[in-house]
C-alpha cells in the first residue's frame, strides 16, 4: 500500500470526500496535511505532493525542501495550484488521479539531496582594497591576498589555489579603476603645476590658507561618484567661508541624487560657490603669462557668451571607468572568455557575476557585497547528488558536453577518461543529455514525459521512450 | 500577542526585513492593504534588452513570502501605538492587540498627486505622473500612447523644490523617465520626446546605456512656466533661447516621493524626529531619536529598490545586533 503526503496551503484545499474516494479506488493511504501542521517525519511517506504555485516552486527550492525533510528529491512533486483555479473541480479529480499514478509510476533512483558549503574563505582579485578587508573581517570572514604568481581549479563547489594548495569558497573581483579626464590639457598648462586632482586640494586646505585666491573646478558628468560630489560641494563651501577664496565649478550636469546631497549643493550655492554649466567640447585653457595660474575660456550654456577666468588653481575630478579584468588566464582547464559582468536577474544573488562562486564589486558597495558573501558562504547551495548519471559504455569521449554545460560540472576522470558529471555543481539543466551525440547521458527524473504532466497536466498516459 | 519585532508596513524594506530576521526573532508584519506596497506596482521596462530598473527584484520577495516563518496581518490599520518599559503596545482597527520590544518603521513613501502641480496641468486630460505610466506597464495598457506623436517629459516635477518644503532629489525619477521614454521609444518609434529636466541624475546599473538613452532624446534644461489646454493639444510655455511655446499630445510629470501618510502619522505618535523634507531622519543603520525604534526603505528618504534591499538587510543585522546586546 502507497502511503502518500498531500500538502496543501491555507487558500486552497480539495473535498475530503474525493480524498476518500482516490483512497478507495486505488489502495493508498493518503494524508493530508497543510503548511501549519507539517508531519515530523518525512521519510515514511513513499511520495510527497506539494500543491502550491509552480513559480514558488522551483527546482531549487524543492531541492532545498528535500534536504530539510531529508527525502529524496525524486519523491517530492508539485501539483501547480495555478491550475486548480482554471479547471473545473467535478472533472478534476480523473486530473488528480492520473498525476498520482504517473509520479508512482517513475521509477525512483537513488539521489541525495546534499547542502554544500563553501570554505569560509575568499580570494580578492586583482587587489584587495582596505575598505574590503574591513567589511570581510567584521563579519568574520577569511581573506587570501593573491601570491604574485598562482593558478586555480575548481574543486566541488570550491576553487583550489595552486601552487599554496588553499581552498577559498568565493572570488571576489574588485575591479581596477583607471582615472580619465575627457578634455586633454597641453603640455604647458600642465607645465604651471597648478592642475591638481581632489585629494591634493583636501590636503592642501589643511596646511594653508587659500585667502583671495580663484580657484577652479571641472567636473565632467560621466563616472563620478557620490561621493566625489559631496567632496567637491563641502570642499568648495570651506573654500569660500573660510578663507573668502573665490570658487567657481564647471559641470555638464550637478548631481543631487543622494542623501542630503541636495542640500549639499544648496549650502555650497548659497555660501556664494559659482556653479556654471558649460559645454566641456568647447572648454579651452592656456597659461598665464608669469605662468602662475590657468587661463580658463568657456561659454556658459544659458546664454553662449563665451568668458575668460584667470585662476591660481584647477582641480578635476577625473571620470572614473573600471577595467575588465580577465579571469582566463588563471583558470586551469575552465572556460570562461571575455570580461565578465555583473547580472540583474532576481533569481540570482545580487553581485553575482555568472559563474558560481565569483562575484563582482563594484565601487563603493563593500558592505552589501560582504553581506551577500557571507550569506553564501554560511548557507551554501543545495545540490541533488545522483540525479546526473554518464553511461560510460556509450561515450565516445567527444567534449560535447564539457563545451555545452554553462556551470563547468562535467569532468573527465577515470583510467578510461570518460566523461563524469559532478553533482556538487551540475544545476540539472539538461543540456549535456540533450547534446550528447552518442545519448550517454540520462538526468534521472527529467525525462520529457515527467516534463509534459507537470506543465499541462495533460494526463498522457502512454510512457514515451524520449528524453531530453 | 507578544513579538520581538513588529515591522509596520509590507513593502519591499518591511518584507526585506522580516525575511532577513526571521530565523532568528519573532516577527510580525502589519500591512494596511496587500504586501508589496509600491514596488508590486511598478512595470518593468525592458526593451528587447534588460534596462535593469530592478522592479523584477520584488519577484523574488513574493516567491520567498511562500516559505515565509513571520506573520503577516495584511488590511489591518494600525490606530495607536503606545510605548511602556514593556515595550511598544499596537492597536489595530479591529481591536487586535499586540506587544512587541522593537518596532521597526517601514511605511514608506508614496508618488506625489499630480493634481497638485496644477501650474504642470495636473489633472488636465492626457496629463499622466510617471507612476500611472510605470502601472500601465505593470497591467500592459501602454498601448492608449499608440496615437500620441509627440510627448514631454518633465522632470523634477515636485521634487528639488524648496519653497514647498521637498527640497531632495528623489533619485528615481530621471533614471525611470528615461527607461520609460526608452520603452515608448521601442513600441512606438514615432512618437517624438521631449524631456524638460534641471539636471540627469544617472547612477548606478546600466548608467552608460541611461547616457546613451538621455542622448538620443532631445533635452531642454529648463522647466515649463505654465501648461495649458489649446485645441486637444497641451501647450507648454517655456525659455531656451527666449520664451518659447510647443505643444504636445501628451505630457508625463515625474513625480517624486513623498513621505506617506503612514509614515507622517507613525513618526508622530512615536515622536521621531523629521528631517526638514518630512521623512524619518535616521541616524546611520536605521536608528532613530526614539530607542528600539528603527527606520528602513523610503520612510527614511527617496531610494530605489536595490538600495531598499539591501539597508533593509543591513538594519536587520543591525536590529540583531541591539537585540543581542
Not at chain 2, 552608460?208 to 497641451?234: F, M, Q, S, T
Not at chain 2, 523629521?274 to 536605521?286: A, E, Q, V
Request: hydrophobic share 35%.
Amino acid at each position: 500500500m502507497n502511503k502518500l503526503l498531500w500538502l496543501e496551503n491555507e487558500a486552497f484545499s480539495f473535498p475530503d470526500f474525493w480524498i476518500e474516494e482516490m483512497e478507495r479506488d486505488n489502495g493508498w493511504k493518503i494524508e493530508v496535511k497543510n503548511w501549519g501542521n507539517k508531519p515530523d517525519n518525512f521519510t515514511e511517506y513513499d511520495r510527497i505532493f506539494i500543491l502550491g504555485d509552480s513559480f514558488s516552486f522551483t527546482q531549487e527550492k524543492i531541492s532545498s525542501l528535500s534536504e530539510e525533510w531529508e527525502v529524496n528529491p525524486l519523491k517530492v512533486r508539485v501539483f501547480p495550484a495555478e491550475e486548480v483555479k482554471i479547471i473545473f473541480p467535478k472533472s478534476f479529480l480523473s486530473i488528480l488521479e492520473k498525476f498520482i499514478i504517473q509520479s508512482l509510476s517513475q521509477p525512483l533512483f537513488p539521489v541525495e539531496a546534499r547542502r554544500v558549503v563553501p570554505e569560509n574563505r575568499v580570494l580578492v582579485l586583482p587587489q584587495l582594497s582596505p575598505a574590503l578587508e574591513q567589511t570581510l573581517k567584521k563579519r568574520g570572514i577569511d581573506t587570501i591576498v593573491p601570491p604574485s604568481s598562482f593558478s586555480l581549479q575548481r574543486e566541488g563547489i570550491n576553487f583550489r589555489l595552486y601552487p599554496s594548495g588553499d581552498n577559498v569558497g568565493a572570488i571576489i573581483i574588485s575591479p581596477l579603476e583607471e582615472k580619465k579626464f575627457p578634455i586633454s590639457f597641453s603640455s604647458s598648462v600642465q607645465d604651471t603645476r597648478k592642475l591638481v586632482d581632489i585629494e591634493f586640494m583636501e590636503k592642501e586646505i589643511e596646511k594653508r590658507d587659500f585667502r583671495k585666491e580663484t580657484i577652479g573646478f571641472i567636473i565632467p558628468k560621466k563616472g563620478v561618484t557620490e561621493k566625489e560630489w559631496r567632496k567637491a560641494f563641502h570642499l568648495s563651501q570651506t573654500l569660500v567661508e573660510r578663507d573668502k577664496a573665490e570658487v567657481f565649478i564647471l559641470v555638464e550636469e550637478v548631481l543631487v541624487a543622494g542623501e542630503n546631497l541636495e542640500k549639499e549643493y544648496r549650502k555650497a550655492r548659497s555660501s556664494g560657490v559659482i556653479f556654471e554649466k558649460v559645454d566641456f567640447s568647447k572648454l579651452g585653457t592656456r597659461p598665464t603669462l608669469d605662468m602662475r595660474g590657468i587661463e580658463v575660456e568657456f561659454a556658459t550654456e544659458r546664454d553662449k557668451l563665451k568668458r575668460e577666468v584667470k585662476v591660481d588653481w584647477l582641480v578635476l575630478l577625473p571620470e572614473r571607468n573600471i577595467l575588465p579584468f580577465k579571469l582566463a588566464p588563471f583558470f586551469c582547464g575552465d572556460k570562461i572568455e571575455g570580461e565578465i559582468l555583473p547580472l540583474e536577474n532576481p533569481n540570482v544573488l545580487p553581485f553575482f557575476s555568472g559563474i558560481e562562486g565569483i562575484f563582482l564589486c563594484p565601487s563603493e558597495k563593500e558592505d552589501e557585497l560582504s553581506l551577500v558573501i557571507k550569506k553564501y558562504l554560511t548557507e551554501g547551495v543545495v545540490r541533488e547528488i545522483g540525479r546526473g548519471e554518464v553511461d560510460e559504455e556509450k561515450c565516445v569521449l567527444c567534449l560535447t558536453c564539457l563545451r555545452t554545460c554553462p556551470w563547468e560540472a562535467i569532468e573527465i576522470e577515470g583510467e578510461r577518461k570518460k566523461a563524469r558529471i559532478n553533482g556538487e555543481r551540475c544545476h540539472l539543466c539538461g543540456l549535456c543529455a540533450s547534446f550528447c551525440p552518442a545519448h550517454a547521458i540520462e538526468i534521472k527524473g527529467l525525462s520529457l514525459e515527467n516534463w509534459v504532466s507537470a506543465v499541462s497536466l495533460g494526463g498522457k498516459n502512454e510512457s514515451s521512450s524520449f528524453r531530453l | 500577542m507578544n513579538y520581538d519585532l513588529v515591522i509596520m508596513g509590507g513593502g519591499v524594506a518591511g518584507l526585506t526585513l522580516a525575511q532577513t530576521l526571521q530565523d532568528k526573532l519573532e516577527v510580525l508584519v502589519v500591512e494596511e492593504s496587500s504586501p508589496g506596497g509600491m514596488a508590486s506596482k511598478l512595470g518593468c521596462k525592458a526593451t528587447d534588452e534588460c534596462l535593469s530598473c530592478g522592479v523584477c527584484r520584488f519577484i523574488n520577495i513574493e516567491r520567498e513570502l511562500c516559505f515565509k516563518k513571520f506573520d503577516i496581518w495584511e488590511g489591518r490599520k494600525i490606530t495607536s501605538v503606545d510605548k511602556s518599559d514593556r515595550g511598544f503596545h499596537l492597536k489595530t482597527e479591529k481591536g487586535e492587540k499586540v506587544t512587541s520590544q522593537l518596532l521597526a518603521v517601514a511605511t514608506g513613501a508614496s508618488p506625489l498627486e499630480i493634481k497638485n502641480l496644477s501650474r504642470w496641468g495636473g489633472g488636465l486630460p492626457r496629463v499622466y505622473s510617471g507612476w500611472d505610466i510605470e502601472r500601465g506597464l505593470n497591467e500592459g495598457i501602454i498601448s492608449s500612447f499608440r496615437d500620441c506623436s509627440s510627448l514631454a517629459f518633465i522632470q523634477c516635477a515636485g521634487s528639488r523644490n524648496f519653497k514647498e518644503k521637498r527640497g531632495y532629489c528623489s533619485q528615481v525619477c530621471c533614471r525611470y523617465a528615461l527607461r520609460i521614454a526608452e520603452n515608448l521609444k521601442f513600441s512606438f518609434p514615432q512618437m517624438n520626446i521631449d524631456f524638460y529636466y534641471m539636471d540627469l541624475q544617472i547612477l548606478g546599473k546600466k548608467k552608460e546605456k541611461l547616457w546613451k538613452i538621455a542622448d538620443k532624446i532631445n533635452l531642454i534644461r529648463h522647466l515649463p512656466y505654465e501648461v495649458k489646454e489649446e485645441g486637444g493639444k497641451l501647450s507648454l510655455v517655456f525659455e531656451e533661447q527666449g520664451v518659447e511655446r510647443k505643444s504636445y499630445d501628451a505630457l508625463v510629470l515625474s513625480v517624486g516621493m513623498v513621505p506617506s501618510s503612514g509614515t507622517k502619522e507613525i513618526g508622530k505618535w512615536l515622536g521621531l524626529n523629521f528631517d526638514s523634507t518630512g521623512f524619518i531622519k535616521s541616524y546611520g543603520l536605521g536608528h532613530t531619536s526614539c530607542e528600539g525604534v528603527f527606520v528602513c526603505g523610503t520612510a527614511c528618504g527617496p531610494k530605489d529598490i536595490e538600495t531598499t534591499q539591501e539597508e533593509a538587510q543591513k538594519v536587520g543585522e543591525e536590529i540583531w545586533r541591539v537585540r543581542r546586546g
